[in-house]
């Protein structure tokens, strides 16, 4: 594939995750306690489908920064870079792979919060 491609995928999927963390953390602040809506986090940059999802859910999801969720069947815009690793209700949890996958996770803000950290600690 494309490298171009490739890091235009991950770039979606990794926008559309920014844009959940928020979502996920003002939940948080109010103490949700119900399904969030959540944007779908496929490929396709004009998706604009919703998943509700608990914080729980979206946490499970969000603890491997290569995992995004999709509405059934958008896990074809990421044109073969991702594989669905589980099947839920209303949802599809995807991994992506080899280039993407390695793009996404560099993308992910809290692996920058995590190297940060740990930089800051190595100083002390």
Known sequence: MDRLVEERIAQNDA???NANERIGAAAGV?????????ICEC??????EIVR????????IRANSRRFFNIPGHEA?????AVVVAQREGYVIV???????????????????EGLEQATAGEQ
């Open 95 to 113: 991994e992506e792979t080899g280039l993407t996958g390695d793009l996404v996770d560099a993308l992910d803000e809290r692996n920058r919060d």
């Open 53 to 60: 999802l608990d914080l729980d859910q979206y946490e499970e």
């Open 30 to 38: 109010y103490d949700v306690n119900m399904p969030i809506p959540f």
């Open 15 to 17: 926008t559309f995750r």
């Open 77 to 81: 815009a990421a044109q073969g870079t």
């Open 43 to 48: 490929a396709d940059p004009t998706c604009m």
